[in-house]
């Protein structure tokens, strides 16, 4: 394999990890990351509100997903580094640029792990056993077991999520398989059939209209959230150059496979009527088939893709914060690392502030999925944006020759970029006409959140470290291979 010599960019706040993830754990975290409670929790609801047409808002933001994947693959190929998109930011947008993108980023994972503890609370209530159990305690112990697990050698992060990815991705198989039998046969699912009539029956393809396609499709993002772990992961992989390629390229089909074919599936075998949000339709499906202890199987893979959700959040926004945290942009606590280099201050603030979570479960226990879920999709398309900038602005260094792109590219930059900006930008306005009130409610939280953001960087400003991101030649202290081509 040859490898150039072109001069780029390292951040010093990647110094002090392992190199311990291999390809088989890069590939089940680029798709199992992706794979969490807003496919098997949020789905439900998003199906009773929406209608078949969900099938398509999860068809564009899909689309768009796997542009700003592509983008970020691009910049990962470049230069692997576990602060990730805010290590790109500051290389090619600015300190303030990476202040902004490291602290959307951690909104949204830290939103997201109250989220899934939640999700797990709900999960649990399936069987009566956990009935008499209030639900912020279920949420509670979900939070300290998955914490216990995160704080260990980043192997031992990978492993776990290698499992609970390939559960969730059996599960999902099996669902498919199961389902696409019941719609040729026409099969009964509890008092409902499954087959093409359940697309127009019960108010047609767009039984609310075509607007909820488009107001629901902040959820759906919340949905693809995860997509961008495949970047964090980089920076503790070992021959990054040749594993991150072959792990996006195969997370467009898989994505594209699992999650649209998934709903379009949930459109056919039941009547949108028959979701709800408090129920994963996965189990919904399961329970009226009719397959002896069908519903409680898939209770448990729900349970394990939620907690393979929440171990994922804690070990993005460890990662994320300390890269802030050696700017001098977040806590100087979070920038320790125990003694299996893991950033145990990091992931210890994201586990606090998942206590929010619990409150929240106390206080609103029965919409506080919708409510956590809405701001977290905020702050993930907030971080895409931020990543098609930051490719952005490397394209156009590299075009006044400034920087070399590596041979894996995403097709069509800048205009695919520009395309997905608006597209992202044009979901979040869409909250503002949210029927419900949810996502109007969610703005206003999110304007608070941005105004906390705006005084933090003028405290933070005047104690950043200049010279945070160093030049180095490729070759001498890392390679890429020339195969990592498209």
Not at 96 to 112: C, E, N, P, Q
Request: contains cysteine; proline residues 3%.
């Amino acid at each position: 394999m040859s490898e150039t010599k072109t001069a780029v960019m390292r951040d010093k706040s990647d110094a002090g990890y392992g190199k311990a993830l291999k390809n088989r754990h890069i590939q089940m975290i680029a798709i199992g990351g992706s794979i969490g409670t807003g496919l098997f929790l949020g789905a439900g609801g998003r199906l009773s509100q929406g209608g078949p047409a969900l099938a398509v808002s999860y068809a564009l933001c899909g689309f768009f997903a796997l542009i700003m994947v592509r983008a970020l693959g691009e910049l990962t190929v470049h230069r692997p580094s576990s602060g990730a998109f805010v290590s790109y930011a500051r290389e090619f947008l600015g300190e303030k640029a990476a202040y902004v993108t490291g602290w959307l980023f951690f909104l949204d994972w830290s939103v997201t792990v109250m989220a899934d503890i939640t999700a797990v609370a709900l999960y649990l209530r399936y069987w009566a056993f956990f009935d008499s159990v209030p639900q912020w305690v279920l949420a509670t112990a979900a939070l300290a077991v998955v914490f216990t697990l995160n704080v260990f050698s980043v192997k031992f992060f990978g492993e776990f999520e290698f499992w609970f990815a390939a559960i969730k991705i059996f599960a999902i198989l099996s669902f498919m398989v199961i389902a696409i039998w019941a719609i040729l046969s026409g099969a009964a699912v509890g008092n409902e059939t499954a087959g093409l009539h359940n697309l127009v029956n019960h108010g047609g393809f767009f039984p609310m209209g075509v607007l909820p396609m488009f107001t629901l499709s902040l959820g759906v993002i919340f949905a693809f959230g995860g997509t961008e772990m495949v970047g964090v992961a980089a920076g503790e992989a070992s021959e990054a150059g040749e594993v991150l390629p072959k792990a996006i390229n195969s997370m467009i089909f898989r994505i594209a496979f699992f999650y649209v074919g998934s709903v379009i599936l949930m459109t056919l075998v039941l009547p949108w009527t028959a979701y709800s949000a408090n129920e994963s339709p996965f189990v919904t499906f399961f329970a009226g088939i009719g397959i002896p202890h069908a519903g409680d199987i898939m209770q448990v893979v729900v349970l394990t893709a939620a907690l393979s959700s929440l171990n994922a959040g804690l070990y993005a926004t460890g990662r994320t914060l300390r890269s802030l945290a050696v700017a001098g942009e977040a806590p100087k606590i979070a920038s320790r690392l125990n003694k299996h280099r893991v950033p145990v201050g990091g992931i210890s603030i994201t586990a606090l502030l998942g206590l929010v979570g619990v409150l929240i479960n106390y206080a609103y226990p029965t919409r506080a999925f919708e409510i956590v879920m809405n701001l977290a999709a905020i702050g993930i398309a907030g971080t895409w944006i931020s990543v098609l900038v930051s490719h952005w602005s490397f394209v156009y260094k590299s075009r006044r020759g400034g920087t070399a792109r590596p041979g894996y590219r995403l097709p069509f930059a800048p205009w695919s970029n520009l395309a997905a900006i608006i597209f992202f930008a044009g979901v979040i306005v869409s909250m503002a006409f949210d029927g419900g009130g949810i996502g109007r409610q969610t703005l206003f939280l999110f304007a608070a959140v941005a105004v906390a953001m705006v005084i933090g960087w003028f405290a933070v400003r005047n104690r950043i470290d200049p010279d945070l991101m160093d030049s180095l030649l490729e070759g001498e202290n890392e390679s890429l291979p020339s195969a990592a081509q498209e």
